[in-house]
């Protein structure tokens, strides 16, 4: 059996590259590359009221996801309704 040795040089260039991709992860744009969007995101894109949001849901223009108290909205329904409008 054979050993392999990890120098200091080799943890340096891990830490790196694993840094790299974190940083890549982390830039990616927030709205519309998101699969799922939570309330204040679909406000803000749409500019409308929580209670205009709420009359899209039970309308069924905007179907949400509800996981305990809080409502996910798919980006491709958000970005549908924008281009309905």
Do not use: C
């Given at each position: ?55 899209l849901r ?28």
């Open positions: 059996m054979s050993a392999e040795i990890i120098t200091k040089e080799d943890l340096q260039l891990f830490k790196e590259d694993l840094l790299k991709e974190i940083k890549l992860l982390i830039q990616k744009p927030d709205n519309l590359n998101n699969e799922w969007l939570r309330t204040r995101q679909v406000r803000q894109m749409l500019s409308i009221s929580p209670n205009t949001l709420q009359g039970i309308s069924g223009k905007l179907r949400s996801t509800k996981v305990g108290s809080i409502h996910y909205y798919r980006a491709t329904e958000v970005r549908r309704l924008l281009e309905g409008s």
